[in-house]
């Protein structure tokens, strides 16, 4: 029997060493993939197989006291009621993200009573701990004296460097309560957003399905805490849930819908997750009839500065799905911009070139108007408009972000598409009903107006030799006799 070969302990170490360095390899790769996973610990063990898809839905709205709009005799609730209804049923776990925090201003002398409803917000917000329930904040703003308070008060706040990862900004507002309800809207933890700006939002109660997907969004931002840089390796707890190729099929208010959450920029999508833009795309797209816009600003353009200097590029996409809605299908077209201080001077040209489209087509037909209340010098965002939604006849858009070029290439937001499964006259009053009836209230009231210098619908310059859109090139010098008015 030959004993063992001298050279098999030196073997046996390599082997060991090769061993080792693998399991190193492993122990850093999964390293690598579980920091970007969320600790699952305070849900109770709501999956997407047990979720609840069972939810109520409700339009929250802040109107500004001093204006003087139709009220239609719907149930409407403040949004600040919105707000409290959510921190009454939470028992556990509170999560917030939000653009801006400053719901006490800092001059109290100017503004007394407008600012009670956001002191009273904070108040809640920080007595939340008393009761057990946590509070976390995903937030960009790195020297927020009220996110010091709240952390002060064992608030989890983590700071994501939107600088860092994307030369944007963080627009998202969204809130989910317990994995199971969740605010999307145009509000921002700011005094204002209570009192002084026209806001509109969506509140869910009992949609878990939702308010998981969501929360995936809301880990991501979790993840991206003191990072400068997206990692590309994600764990599949941020991976979305739904999309729309696979919408959440769920009931709100007992009627049959789908619905999904999307998001911006490109680089903020996991996997499987819709882009805004996307999102957008498939609500006007599917739109039959109609499609009603309310945004502060309207502006198909991407500016950035490459080198020190300013480059703008004209962003395409949603003109374009707009375009093709009004005159090739003959969709009804809507447009409620904000004029305010910050409108941007070529939205008027944008908008002027949507709207000379119609001109000698019948079935075709893009309204636009300007939002404005009377300004006053010491705010500017005193009365504005601060809504950021889409209603069709069969869909509902609501988002963070303006319809804005550049906010949907660089800044983070979220949105919330919901589809209606039966036409609109066997559904009975729905959430569709409710929003596009805010919208016809804001339309026809006193601030709504109409570009000056432009009485003339271009809808009356119908003439009866170019009533149809030939597609026919046979027909297009017809196009290009100079036209008859
Ligand atoms: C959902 O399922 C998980 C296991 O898959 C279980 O731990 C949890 O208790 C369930 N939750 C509810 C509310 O049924
Ligand atoms: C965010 O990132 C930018 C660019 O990388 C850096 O200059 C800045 O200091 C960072 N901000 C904070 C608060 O860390
Ligand atoms: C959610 O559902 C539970 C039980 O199904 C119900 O008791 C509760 O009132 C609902 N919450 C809301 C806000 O509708
Ligand atoms: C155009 O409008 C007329 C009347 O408003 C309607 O009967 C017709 O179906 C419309 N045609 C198209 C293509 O939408
Ligand atoms: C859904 O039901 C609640 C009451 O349960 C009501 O307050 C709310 O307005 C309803 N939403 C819609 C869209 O009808």
Known sequence: MAGPAPQEPIKTQQKCIAIFALLCCVAVLSALIFSSVDIWGDDDGITEENCSSDCRIELVENIPEDHLLLMDGRPRLPLSAGFHMLLDQAKRSVEVVSP?????????????????????????????????????????????????????????????????????????????VDRRHIYIG??????????????????????????????????????????????????????ALYGRHDALELHLNSTEASAYVSTSPEIFCAKDRTRDVDAIYQVIQSAKSF?????????????????????????????????EAVVLRGVKVRLLISFWKKTHPLTFNFVTSLKSLCMQLHNCSLEVRFFSHK?????????????????????????NHDWVGSDFARNAGVG???????????RGVTILEHVKAAFERDWRSRYAKSLQGNKDQHGKYRNSQHNKIHMDTKVENKWNEPLSF
């Open 375 to 399: 300004e006053q010098k010491e705010d500017f965002q005193h009365g504005l408009n601060h809504n950021k939604y889409m209603v069709t006849d069969n869909a509902l858009y609501v988002g």
């Open 291 to 323: 499609i009603f816009i309310s945004v502060t600003d309207y502006l198909p353009v991407v500016s950035r500065t490459s080198r020190g200097i300013l480059v703008t590029r004209y962003w395409s996409p949603i003109d374009e799905m707009i375009r």
């Open 100 to 176: 801006v925090w400053s719901l006490n201003p800092w001059d109290l002398e100017t503004t007394p009573s407008t600012a009670k409803q956001g002191q009273l917000l904070f108040q809640r917000l920080l007595s939340l701990k008393s009761r057990g329930v946590k509070l976390k904040i995903a937030s960009s703003l790195a020297n927020s004296a009220e996110l010091k308070t709240l952390a002060a008060h064992e608030a989890e706040i983590r700071f994501i460097n939107m600088t860092a990862l994307t030369r944007g900004e963080l627009h998202s507002s969204f809130w989910i």
């Open 186 to 239: 145009s509000a921002d933890m700011d005094w204002r957003s209570l009192s002084k700006r026209k806001e509109l939002g969506l509140v869910l109660y009992n949609c878990s399905c939702l308010a998981l997907d969501l929360h995936r969004i809301f880990s991501f931002y979790w993840q991206l805490h003191d990072r400068d840089y997206i990692p590309s390796i994600w764990s599949k707890r941020v991976t």
């Open 416 to 426: 919330l598409v919901v589809k209606m499964k039966n036409s609109l006259t066997d």
